[in-house]
C-alpha cells in the first residue's frame, strides 16, 4: 500500500500516467454504457412507448388503357379480343324494326336496286344476343367490310357477288351453309324479312380470329373531335339516296347525340328506341351501273364528304385506296380529321341520280 507520503514522493510523470489511464477508463466505461443503453431503449415518445417506424406511402399506378378500335374509346386490353361482325342488314319497310342496330359500333348505308338503301353494319365492342335480319350480298360489300376482317353474315345472293365476298379476307357465315346453326327464321316478319343471326354464338365459333384494326382517328374527348372544335354549328344534315328515300339525323343535345329519321318519320330500334350516333360520316360517292339494275357504290377513290360531331359539322375529303384499306377523312390540309369518341354512321351518298348531302 502507498502511503500519502510515499505518493507524494513518486516522479511527477508517474503520476501524469496514473492520471491519463483513469480518464481513459472512464471513458470507455461510459462509452460502453451508452451503447448498451441504444440497443436497448429506442427512442421514447413522452408517454413511454416507443416510436413507430414511417410507413412508405404507395401511389397505385393507373392500369394500361387501349383505344376500343371501332368506337375510339378507352378500355382495358384484354376486351379487345375475337373477331369484328358484320352484317348485311335489311332496310325494307317490312324489316323494321331491325334488330341491334342500337347495338352497333360502324354502320354503313349503301345504295341498292329501287332507289332502296341497305345496310353493312359492324358490331364489335357490344354484341347483343341477335342481329338481324340480314339480306343477300351485294357488289360494293367486299369493299366495305375488308378492313374490318373478321365474320360477315348474310343470307346468301347472285353467285357472282357471293364469290367476290368469298375472296375478300373476312369469314362468311351464309345463311344456309355451314354456320346455319346460328341463323334462324323468326315468327315475327315475314320472309324474306326474317333471317335472324345469334350473334355471340358465332362470335364464339371463330374467337381465334383476330380483333379489327382501328378505321377512324379518334379524340380523347368529344370537344376535341375534328367537327366539334372548328366545324359550323348546325342542326344537322339532310340526306337523300334517291328521290323518295330521305334520311334526317338531327342534334339533340340533351343526348350529346344525333338522332336519325327516315323518310321524315323517327328510325326507330327494336328496343323502342330511335336511332341515334355520335358521328355521322357522309360521303359523296359515284355509282357503278355495271351489274345492270344493281348500282354498286365505288369505294376506291376519293370524294368530298361531310362530319357532324358534337352540333356541329365540317366538310372534309375522303379517301379510300384500295379494298382492303380503311376509309381516311382529311381536312383541306391533308391532316386526319379525329371523330369523337362513340358509334359512328357513314352515309355513301350518290353524287348523282337524285342522291344529296345537305348541312342544315
Given at each position: 500500500?502507498?502511503?500519502?507520503?510515499?505518493?507524494?514522493?513518486?516522479?511527477?510523470?508517474?503520476?501524469?500516467?496514473?492520471?491519463?489511464?483513469?480518464l481513459?477508463?472512464?471513458?470507455?466505461?461510459?462509452?460502453?454504457?451508452?451503447?448498451?443503453?441504444?440497443?436497448?431503449?429506442?427512442?421514447?415518445?413522452?408517454?413511454?412507448?416507443?416510436?413507430?417506424?414511417?410507413?412508405?406511402?404507395?401511389t397505385?399506378?393507373?392500369?394500361?388503357?387501349?383505344?376500343?378500335?371501332?368506337?375510339?374509346?378507352?378500355?382495358?386490353?384484354?376486351?379487345?379480343?375475337?373477331?369484328?361482325?358484320?352484317?348485311?342488314?335489311?332496310?325494307?319497310?317490312?324489316?323494321?324494326?331491325?334488330?341491334?342496330?342500337?347495338?352497333?359500333?360502324?354502320?354503313f348505308?349503301?345504295?341498292?336496286?329501287?332507289?332502296?338503301?341497305?345496310?353493312?353494319?359492324?358490331?364489335?365492342?357490344?354484341?347483343?344476343?341477335?342481329?338481324?335480319?340480314?339480306?343477300?350480298?351485294?357488289?360494293?360489300?367486299?369493299?366495305?367490310?375488308?378492313?374490318?376482317?373478321?365474320?360477315?353474315?348474310?343470307?346468301?345472293?347472285?353467285?357472282?357477288?357471293?364469290?367476290?365476298?368469298?375472296?375478300?379476307?373476312?369469314?362468311?357465315?351464309?345463311?344456309?351453309?355451314?354456320?346455319?346453326?346460328?341463323?334462324?327464321?323468326?315468327?315475327?316478319?315475314?320472309?324474306?324479312?326474317?333471317?335472324?343471326?345469334?350473334?355471340?354464338?358465332?362470335?364464339?365459333?371463330?374467337?381465334d380470329?383476330?380483333?379489327?384494326?382501328?378505321?377512324?382517328?379518334?379524340?380523347?374527348?368529344?370537344?376535341?373531335?375534328?367537327?366539334?372544335?372548328?366545324?359550323?354549328?348546325?342542326?344537322?344534315?339532310?340526306?337523300?339516296?334517291?328521290?323518295?328515300?330521305?334520311?334526317?339525323?338531327?342534334?339533340?343535345?340533351?343526348?350529346?347525340?344525333?338522332?336519325?329519321?327516315?323518310?321524315?318519320?323517327p328510325?326507330?330500334?327494336?328496343?323502342?328506341?330511335?336511332?341515334?350516333a355520335?358521328?355521322?360520316?357522309?360521303?359523296?360517292?359515284?355509282?357503278?351501273?355495271?351489274?345492270?339494275?344493281?348500282?354498286?357504290?365505288?369505294?376506291?377513290?376519293?370524294?368530298?364528304?361531310?362530319?357532324a360531331?358534337?352540333?356541329?359539322?365540317?366538310?372534309?375529303?375522303?379517301?379510300?385506296?384500295?379494298?382492303?384499306?380503311?376509309i381516311?377523312?382529311?381536312?383541306?390540309?391533308?391532316?386526319?380529321v379525329?371523330?369523337?369518341?362513340?358509334n359512328?354512321?357513314?352515309?355513301?351518298?350518290?353524287?348523282?341520280?337524285?342522291?344529296?348531302?345537305?348541312?342544315?
Amino acid at each position: 500500500m502507498t502511503t500519502p507520503a510515499r505518493a507524494r514522493a513518486l516522479p511527477s510523470s508517474v503520476r501524469l500516467a496514473a492520471t491519463v489511464g483513469m480518464l481513459v477508463s472512464a471513458l470507455v466505461l461510459g462509452a460502453c454504457a451508452a451503447e448498451s443503453t441504444g440497443a436497448e431503449s429506442p427512442t421514447a415518445t413522452p408517454g413511454g412507448a416507443a416510436s413507430p417506424e414511417p410507413t412508405p406511402t404507395v401511389t397505385a399506378e393507373a392500369p394500361p388503357m387501349a383505344v376500343q378500335p371501332l368506337r375510339g374509346t378507352q378500355v382495358s386490353p384484354e376486351t379487345i379480343a375475337g373477331p369484328a361482325l358484320a352484317a348485311k342488314i335489311d332496310n325494307h319497310v317490312g324489316a323494321r324494326p331491325q334488330v341491334g342496330l342500337d347495338h352497333t359500333d360502324i354502320v354503313f348505308e349503301e345504295l341498292v336496286e329501287g332507289g332502296l338503301t341497305r345496310y353493312v353494319a359492324v358490331w364489335f365492342s357490344d354484341v347483343p344476343a341477335e342481329i338481324g335480319p340480314v339480306r343477300s350480298i351485294r357488289p360494293m360489300d367486299p369493299d366495305i367490310v375488308s378492313p374490318f376482317g373478321g365474320l360477315i353474315a348474310y343470307s346468301g345472293g347472285q353467285q357472282r357477288f357471293v364469290d367476290m365476298m368469298l375472296n375478300a379476307p373476312v369469314h362468311n357465315a351464309i345463311h344456309g351453309g355451314a354456320d346455319d346453326q346460328f341463323m334462324y327464321r323468326t315468327r315475327s316478319k315475314a320472309a324474306p324479312h326474317n333471317v335472324i343471326v345469334r350473334a355471340p354464338e358465332l362470335r364464339a365459333a371463330y374467337a381465334d380470329i383476330p380483333p379489327p384494326a382501328q378505321q377512324f382517328a379518334y379524340s380523347q374527348r368529344p370537344q376535341t373531335a375534328s367537327a366539334a372544335a372548328y366545324g359550323n354549328p348546325a342542326a344537322g344534315l339532310d340526306l337523300f339516296f334517291s328521290a323518295k328515300e330521305g334520311r334526317t339525323w338531327l342534334w339533340d343535345a340533351g343526348s350529346g347525340r344525333y338522332l336519325r329519321s327516315q323518310n321524315g318519320a323517327p328510325d326507330m330500334d327494336s328496343a323502342g328506341g330511335q336511332l341515334a350516333a355520335t358521328n355521322v360520316v357522309a360521303l359523296s360517292v359515284s355509282i357503278d351501273w355495271t351489274y345492270g339494275d344493281i348500282p354498286k357504290t365505288v369505294m376506291v377513290g376519293s370524294g368530298p364528304a361531310w362530319v357532324a360531331t358534337g352540333g356541329k359539322v365540317v366538310q372534309v375529303t375522303w379517301t379510300k385506296t384500295s379494298r382492303d384499306a380503311p376509309i381516311q377523312l382529311t381536312n383541306a390540309y391533308g391532316t386526319p380529321v379525329y371523330l369523337a369518341p362513340g358509334n359512328t354512321w357513314v352515309e355513301l351518298v350518290p353524287n348523282a341520280r337524285g342522291g344529296s348531302v345537305t348541312v342544315v
